[in-house]
């Protein structure tokens, strides 16, 4: 495993650009599901959350089932390319302070996500185990 696209969920949570703010909230209910990516032909178009819903729509009064995603979703703060190596992408998320971050191609079309704590996961997975040469201690015995 040596690049994003190994560690990335490749099946995100989307929904068309047309697709009304209501279908996003009934997704956004399950608790496992924290953001919706908006796509339009398969181009990332943003990302919509909880808090998108509450401000754009419940807060300005708007019609969750007239209001469209393209109209509402907020872009990407960062996106990342799929052959970028896990080390620096997860370096990335650091400074960014990212939990996770949509993974585009070169048209910008989402191929999937990337999580920090999967990445965390995985590359932890792949770590060789350390083997150091030492003297054991000399201990008394427990009392």
Known sequence: ?????????SHPGRLPADASAQAAGELLQRPEVRA????DDERLV????????VREVVAAGREPSA???????????H???PDVPLE???????????????????EGR?????????????LAEDEE??????EPLDLPPAA
């Open 129 to 134: 185990p350390i083997e150091e040469d030492f």
């Open 79 to 81: 996106t990342i390319g």
């Open 110 to 122: 989402l191929i999937g996500v990337l999580s920090r704590s999967v990445l965390q996961r995985r």
């Open 88 to 106: 620096d992408a997860f370096r990335f998320l650091e400074e960014h302070d990212a939990e996770r971050v949509p993974v585009v191609d070169e």
């Open 36 to 39: 919706i990516y908006v796509t």
């Open 46 to 53: 943003g990302v919509v959350t909880r808090k998108t819903l």
């Open 1 to 9: 495993m040596n690049s994003v696209r190994d560690a990335m969920v």
């Open 67 to 77: 209001t469209t995603l393209g109209e509402i979703a907020e872009p990407p703060d």
